[in-house]
């Protein structure tokens, strides 16, 4: 981790209340200078809420944050100034090029002729679309308009990026563009919050992770460290027919076995030494007449701490 000195985002008691829903209940954590740091869980977590209260566009129900200093409340003009934000849904004129909406967002940020050609020379070399930036953007792929979108907020020169689930829907060739464009970036000081519910984000990106889930901050470190959550459990999963409480009572017999959930047709198993184990438990699933169709073990990775911590799988 290249450059990483004092946190340069600082979350306190974060709440967010809509009537009687509550989006984010009690969130703290701190983002270092020159970190890449990851908020990951389902669609309906509170990921996009957490990053819209940074970003300034929401205010909190109660807590309070800084941003380099800067108070989200106090100081949202000054804020505003320093970070670039992609949201998630696509923001850009798809009758323009690529190069019509990099200078059309330049001038509402206020750069100078010089500086707007220089900038953007360096955003679509940076993205990989120099050579179609005067195609009109309906031409474009979903995953090179995500590109765009992310240079837009690169026109700035911002201290910290803000990434609103930046690969969704995309192709393979434009997520391992955003990839090498979000460590590129890292890599010359910048200062990444990415929100993701996709595994391959957080694992190939985040310095750090932090894992949410209904609203709630359930555990956050470097993967490394995550990962010492899901000790030796293996992740068994059946998809079948004909699945009982009598098949779930007998599967809760077994000594390793740590969790067990059901989703209409598939039974997720989590258990120690999950391959020792799997002849024991084709045996219980044949005797309780269960009609397997499939079964596949997992060793443990993010999605199988998310299943230990919340009891659910990730969903998307």
């Known amino acids: 981790m290249n450059g990483i000195e004092q946190s340069i985002v600082r979350v306190e008691h974060l709440i967010k209340r809509y009537n009687s829903t509550v989006a984010v209940n009690d969130v703290s954590f701190e983002i270092k200078k020159g970190e890449i740091f990851g908020l990951l869980g389902p669609n309906g977590a509170g990921k996009s809420t957490i990053i819209s209260i940074l970003c300034c566009l929401l205010k909190p129900s109660s807590g309070r944050g800084t941003i380099s200093g800067f108070d989200l409340e106090k100081n949202a003009l000054e804020i505003k100034r320093i970070i670039g934000v992609v949201p998630q849904e696509i923001s850009l004129y798809h009758t323009l090029t690529a190069r019509e909406n990099l200078t059309f967002y330049s001038r509402i940020y206020g750069l100078s002729r010089q500086m707007r050609e220089q900038r953007i020379a360096k955003i679509l070399e940076m993205v990989g679309l120099s050579k179609r930036a005067d195609e009109p953007l309906q031409n474009y792929s979903g995953g090179m308009k995500r590109r765009i979108n992310i240079g837009i907020a690169l026109l700035h020169n911002p201290k910290i990026l803000f990434l609103d689930e930046p690969t969704v829907g995309v192709d393979p060739q434009s997520r391992r563009r955003i990839y090498d464009t979000i ?10 919050l990415l929100t993701t519910h996709q595994m391959e984000d957080a694992e190939r990106l985040c310095h750090r992770i932090a894992i949410v889930d209904n609203g709630k901050l359930i555990a956050l470190d470097t993967l490394e460290g995550l990962m010492k959550f899901a000790g030796e459990c293996d992740i068994v999963r059946v998809e079948a ?8 009572a007998s599967l809760e017999k077994v000594d390793s076995l740590q969790k067990v959930s059901v989703d209409r047709d598939m039974m997720t198993i989590q258990l120690l030494r999950g391959r020792e184990m799997l002849a024991t438990i084709v045996d219980i699933l044949t005797a309780s007449d269960t009609k397997v169709d499939s079964i ?3 060793e443990p990775d993010l999605e199988t701490l998310f299943l230990h911590l919340t009891g659910t799988s990730l969903r998307q």
């Open 183 to 192: 460590l590129e970036l890292n890599n010359k000081g910048m200062t990444v």
């Open 296 to 298: 596949q073990i997992k």
């Open 241 to 248: 027919r004909n699945i009982t409480q009598k098949t779930i």
